[in-house]
T-cell receptor
């Protein structure tokens, strides 16, 4: 069974640009969550999607957004990039009624 | 709100030494507890979990017991190997607590970097 797949693995963007990251969950998993990992703040929850609906959102500015498609694949978008957005962005998927989340390898975003 | 506190390290041990990484949590309900491991340049891998009080999670020689009375979930391994060198994260989730039935959010500790030397 394939795991959670995130693309791309690495990105370099310039301040002010926007970026879109993609996540394909484990087959059959309908919940997809996104997390930001930085050395200073650690792992922080961004948002969670289920059946194309955002169910929960962390404390991030509106520049961070996401969506989920009917096949459960998810994308997150960051607009007007800032240097502080440089981070490892992790996607996780969970099955309905499941108690654990399974993570992808992450997308390393560097803003210059 | 929910929170997780774990010893931050770094922790350096010799091969075959005993490992303990402390983790305590604060939650309003009855969370599930997890240990995740992150190897350099990788995402998070679920190491073990426990979903109710007194449950013991175990995997690859690692163990942790859900202690409700002390709100703790300490990670232990009897004999570490060089290949165990990684960052370990304690985490909790309270399914359905946020915004609706089934919604899922993990709260993580800051992570503990473990280095095992031969």
């Amino acid at each position: 069974k394939a795991g959670v797949t995130q693309t791309p693995r690495y990105l370099i963007k310039t301040r002010g640009q926007q970026v879109t990251l993609s996540c394909s969950p484990i087959s059959g998993h309908r919940s997809v969550s996104w997390y930001q990992q930085t050395p200073g703040q650690g792992l922080q929850f961004l948002f969670e999607y289920f059946s194309e609906t955002q169910r929960n959102k962390g404390n991030f500015p509106g520049r961070f957004s996401g969506r989920q498609f009917s096949n459960s694949r998810s994308e997150m978008n960051v607009s007007t990039l800032e240097l502080g957005d440089s981070a490892l962005y992790l996607c996780a998927s969970s099955r309905v009624g499941g108690t654990e989340a399974f993570f992808g390898q992450g997308t390393r975003l560097t803003v210059v | 709100g929910d929170s997780v506190t774990q010893m931050e390290g770094p922790v350096t041990l010799s091969e075959e030494a005993f490992l303990t990484i402390n983790c305590t949590y604060t939650a309003t309900g009855y969370p599930s507890l997890f240990w995740y491991v992150q190897y350099p340049g990788e995402g998070l891998q679920l190491l073990l979990k426990a979903t109710k009080a007194d449950d013991k999670g175990s995997n690859k020689g690692f163990e942790a017991t859900y202690r409700k009375e002390t709100t703790s979930f300490h990670l232990e391994k009897g004999s570490v190997q060089v290949s165990d060198s990684a960052v370990y994260f304690c985490a909790l989730s309270e399914v359905g607590k946020y915004s609706g039935a089934g919604s899922y959010q993990l709260t993580f500790g800051k992570g503990t970097k473990l280095s095992v030397i031969p």
